[in-house]
């Protein structure tokens, strides 16, 4: 079976806070992508990062971070320093060999940063 | 950088109409995917198309069809629509259909029906 489970429904912390959004996964594949996309209120899904099933490498880009650990089957997203453009609905999705062409997406985190 | 285009951006129909949505990819990219985002829901998977041919087929009604044509771009067409057809309607490109490639998505078209 395959599923994206992001536990928390809603977020909201004052700016310049930092923030987590958590994200765990279910595969029976090997060959796997995880991705974060970015759904702002003008409803587009923007691409933030995707990550392969062989590379456990934490990632860094400005002020968002990526911790992916396959022991724990998670792949949890960290905004530093919050702002209120960050203010947006968050996806964590799978990719997987044996179902190539769908991308599964987890609920949604819905992150409000307060000024 | 060129991104994904659909239009049209909003539509409003009324039940049992038809509608045609269209998907135009990022340059060179072979690969199409149709999602539908229903109110407070997350993106579930239609249809893609891989070179011209059907690659793979998710939760798509059979009131809906899609086809991609030779300059790769792609057409949802919806017949006698529902109240519940109402939703986010994405299409996503990316470069092959392979595992590790990225889908790009595009802004999406907003269907109402009334």
């Known amino acids: 079976a395959q599923k994206v489970t992001q536990a928390q429904t809603e977020i909201s912390v004052v700016e310049k806070e930092d923030v987590t959004l958590d994200c765990v996964y279910e595969?029976?594949?090997?060959?796997?992508?995880l991705f974060w996309y970015k759904q702002p209120p003008s409803g587009e899904l923007v691409f933030l990062i995707r990550r392969n099933s062989f590379d456990e490498q934490n990632e860094i880009s400005g002020r968002y971070s990526w911790n992916f650990q396959k022991s724990t089957s998670s792949f949890n997203f960290t905004i530093t320093a919050s702002q209120v453009v960050d203010s947006a609905v968050y996806f964590c999705?799978?990719?997987?060999?044996?179902?190539?062409?769908?991308?599964?997406f987890g609920s949604g985190t819905r992150l409000s940063i307060r000024p | 950088a060129a991104g994904v285009i659909q239009s049209p951006r909003h539509l409003i129909k009324e039940k049992r109409e038809t509608a045609t949505l269209k998907c135009y990819p990022i340059?060179?990219?072979?690969?199409v995917y149709w999602y539908q985002q229903g109110p407070g829901q997350d993106p579930q998977f239609l249809i893609s198309?891989?070179?011209?041919?059907?690659?793979d087929k998710g939760s798509i009604p059979d009131r809906f069809s899609a086809q991609q044509f030779s300059d790769y771009h792609s057409e949802l067409n919806m017949s006698s629509l529902e109240l519940g057809d109402s939703a986010l309607y994405f299409c996503?490109?990316?470069?092959?259909?392979?595992?590790?490639?990225?889908?790009?998505f595009g802004p999406g078209t907003r269907l109402l029906v009334l």
């Open positions: 595969t029976r594949d090997t060959t796997y992508y």
């Open positions: 198309f891989y070179e011209k041919m059907q690659s």
């Open positions: 996503a490109s990316s470069l092959e259909q392979g595992v590790g490639e990225t889908q790009y």
């Open positions: 340059p060179r990219h072979d690969t």
């Open positions: 999705a799978l990719r997987q060999d044996s179902s190539a062409s769908k991308i599964i």
